[in-house]
């Protein structure tokens, strides 16, 4: 089955709604237009419905079909363990290097000596609990995933538009130094032609 005829998700209706939005704000679309449009969009089935809507718009991206979503108890499994990680590997490192000079000392001094590093470890722990029961009761290792997740998707955007400017540059469709203007224009271009997705947004803080 081609994407087009792909049945669409409420997801995509409201990329495409919010790309008509755009419009209308831009002055590409008037009022009646823009009403007619989005029920389209919203009484859309397939990818091919709600790309007829933008095809007149030179800076609406191609609809992408939205990647199914994981079940929020399997998100929250794998979220975890890496934001633990986030929270309490700063300490581990800490245990490890007082204990190593506290276990130097104990040999140089060749007596049993009190385990100090306890009144660094001991306290930090003690927070680091809180934190930890916290952030669990809070969502806070779903959002530091989306945090991490949102910023890989930023490099691979970033290396994306590296990757066309040097082509167009090759090409002889950018000079060798373009400015911002330029760049920003052939920018917007490319995503109007399908060659790069918009730019990713950050999640929302109540995802």
Known sequence: MGREQMRAADEDRHKVADQLRLALEEGRLDLNEYDERVKDAYAARTYADLDRLLTDLPNAAPVVP??????P????????????????VPWAKA????TLIWAVGALGSGE????????????WGVVLVLRTVAGLAQGEPRKHAAELEHRRRLREHKQERKSLYRRAIAAGELP????????????????????????????????
């Open 66 to 71: 939205a990647t199914p979503q994981q079940s």
């Open 73 to 88: 108890v399997l998100v929250a499994e794998k979220a975890t363990a890496p934001w633990l990680g986030h929270v309490w």
């Open 95 to 98: 245990a490890v290097f007082f």
């Open 112 to 123: 049993a000596i009190f385990y100090w590093p306890v009144w660094v470890l001991g306290p």
């Open 176 to 207: 060798a130094k373009p400015t911002k203007e330029e760049r920003k224009a052939f920018i917007a271009e490319a995503i109007a032609r399908g060659e790069l997705p918009p730019k990713p947004r950050r999640p929302a803080s109540d995802e």
